[in-house]
């Protein structure tokens, strides 16, 4: 039967469906951009008014921020139940179950480190506004990125939400390591998007299209192997040659933004230089929606040809576990850069799901990303939570002492003549002038051999006292015993110790990885898995047994940061109690694939 247009009705009926998926499963995305940019325009409009003496927007914005990610987190969650699997914009963006869920996490993420930006925005006394623009822009980039489903989406969706971040990591002006980490940042970034890129254009040559369903199709059930290939072939070999060169820069690039051996060099110095709230922001939401668009390439589009890149990413998993786990055992002044050597090792678990080309790989590999996401947010929480309540001339030196040379002589020395190196003693008479003056030239040379560029460095930058070393979880059982709780099981979830969140985490990639035929990777995960449980287990140590009788006096956890510690906490210790609710929530996300 026709309509009065001349078309069926199941015509109109299907075009009334893709309007309303258009209009309303795009709806989270599309609110978050015109609600950004709405933001944008109010924090210019205030900020340069002359009749209001250029306030400070970023407190405000912050808050309206919040407010825009709830109802955005609202909207997400409201998709699942409204809206089954659709593609829109020509098939360049999928929302099926594994991109909505992802989403969800993404917002969530987000919403957790604003929340953790509150209090060192303002004691930092960073009144840029920009910051909330460059966190919206990179979660919508990062949204969008998990939902495309070809080359030419995925590349300008990458490029949204790394370009913010560059901005993101260089915002503390004053501070010349964050200028550091957003120069180095960006060079590096920049690096990979241009191999992505390249590789994305060797598989348009070799293959004519750049959806990844096609592409995946294309290659289903066809041999690959150079050496097989005769001339004149439906797959000639300069085309597969293309097409495997495409391959390799493509992981190549996705492995930059992993932070995965070969290519995490980035990663320590960017971690460290960054501001804390950005640096939990790295580690989860970008590194979350590369690892969910990474996943999507390698089990739609290369998963026929599993064998030309499976041993590339068994190889890099291995390094990555190796490679972080030594790197984070010679870290013992700085914890950022330890958590940077953490991220990448944990990067190498990570791959271990997707080398394993299976379903459980899969199904481990989002368990433990969603419990890592959780471990981060809490460790980068606890970092801000370190803040001495002594000023920077007191506390430099104690945040900047060396730990290899802090034996019995040197520290007693150090500290009885720690109040005469910053405030030099007045001679009392001309008498003793000499020998004052010559004790203090001594002091400083003695100090000069006992601190090194970067840990001065690091003080220098520290203008409010933020403790970031290592050697401050000394007797903060005594001084904050729930905070010392919430440090051990912290990092004992961390080590994979039973029975918390990440012991159950690493279990199912272990698993998983055995089922796919990699014992030699899980054997060199297990045996990287105890050897680093040595730098964790330590931060342990020197929080309740280290026998130190200097005492560091901490300020008061703010509200906003107890609810975060608190809640994320009760996540790692009873994960275990009832995982059933979780791992079915992953397992109907990873099963569309």
């Given amino acids: ?58 407190t405000n914005t912050l808050h309206h921020s919040l407010f825009i990610l709830t109802i955005t987190l609202w909207l997400v969650s409201a998709r699942f ?45 960073i009144n840029l506004f920009e910051y909330v623009i460059f966190t919206l822009l990179s979660c919508l980039g990062g949204c969008w990125l998990v939902a495309s489903y070809d080359f030419f989406t995925m590349y300008l969706t990458i490029e949204l939400l790394s370009l913010p971040l560059y901005g993101l990591a260089s915002i503390k002006s004053r501070s010349l390591l964050s200028t550091e980490a957003g120069l180095k940042y960006f060079i590096l970034g920049a690096f990979s998007s241009g191999v992505f890129l390249f590789g994305v254009s060797l598989i348009y040559l070799a293959t004519g299209s750049l959806s990844f369903s096609e592409i995946g199709q294309l290659f289903a059930g066809v041999n690959v192997d150079l050496f097989s290939v005769t001339e004149g072939s439906a797959h000639s070999l300069s085309y597969i ?44 939401v970008p590194k979350l929606a590369v690892f969910a668009v990474t996943v999507r390439i390698f089990y739609v589009t290369f998963f026929d040809i599993s064998l030309e890149w499976q041993k590339a990413i ?82 430099l030196s104690q945040s900047t002492f060396h730990w290899e040379q802090d034996h019995s002589n040197a520290r007693a020395l150090f500290y009885q003549n720690n109040n005469e190196v910053v405030a030099p003693l007045q001679p009392q008479t001309s008498a003793n002038a000499l020998q004052l003056e010559q004790r ?45 709780i919430t440090i051990a099981f912290m990092f ?10 990440g012991f159950l985490g690493k279990m199912y990639l272990f698993f998983a990885a055995v089922n796919g035929g990699l014992y030699l990777a899980v054997f060199v995960a297990i045996i990287t898995n105890v050897i680093g449980s040595f730098y964790y287990i330590r931060c342990i140590k020197l929080a309740y047994f280290d026998g130190s ?33 979780a791992i079915l929530w992953i397992s109907n996300a990873a099963a569309v694939l």
Wanted: net charge neutral; glycine share 8%; charged share 10%.
């Fill in 440 to 484: 203090s030239l001594d002091q400083e040379a003695w100090l000069q051999g006992a601190y090194i560029p970067r840990q001065l460095a690091l003080g220098s930058q520290n203008s409010l006292g933020n403790l970031k070393g290592i050697l401050q979880f000394r007797t903060i059982s005594k001084t904050n015993p729930l905070l010392a």
């Fill in 81 to 125: 139940e409204s809206f089954p699997s659709f593609l829109l914009f020509r098939s360049n963006l999928i929302y099926d179950d594994f991109s909505m869920k992802v989403s969800f996490l993404l917002v969530l993420a987000t919403i957790i480190c604003l929340i953790m930006s509150i209090t060192y925005l303002a004691k930092e006394k």
């Fill in 314 to 395: 068994t190889l890099c998993a291995i390094g990555s576990m190796i490679l972080g786990t030594l790197g984070a055992m010679v870290q013992k002044l700085d914890l950022k850069r330890l958590l940077a050597y953490s991220a990448i090792g944990n990067a190498g678990y990570m791959l271990l799901g997707i080398s394993a080309g299976n379903l459980e790989g899969l199904q481990g590999l989002l368990l433990f990303a969603v419990i890592y996401l959780v471990m981060s947010i809490n460790a980068f929480a606890t970092i801000l939570t370190l803040r001495s309540s002594i000023s920077t001339a007191e506390g």
């Fill in 241 to 284: 040659a293309a097409f495997l060169m495409g391959m390799l820069l493509v992981i190549i690039g996705l492995l930059f933004k992993l932070t995965a051996v070969p290519f995490h060099m980035w990663a320590p110095d960017v971690y460290e230089g960054a501001p804390t709230p950005v640096t939990a922001y790295f580690s989860t």
């Fill in 1 to 58: 039967m026709f309509t009065s247009t001349g078309t069926t009705a199941a015509e109109t009926a299907i075009t009334q469906q893709f309007n309303w998926f258009f209009f309303g499963g795009n709806l989270p995305e599309w609110f978050l951009l015109f609600a950004l940019v709405a933001l944008l325009m109010h924090g210019v409009w205030f900020s340069t008014s002359p009749f209001l003496n250029y306030p400070s927007m970023v």
């Fill in 492 to 501: 004992f979830s961390m080590a994979g110790v039973p029975p918390l969140a």
């Fill in 549 to 581: 009788k200097e005492w560091t006096s901490l300020e008061s956890p703010s509200a906003s940061l107890s609810i975060v510690l608190g809640a994320s906490i009760l996540f790692l210790s009873f994960f275990f109690l009832y995982p059933s609710t």
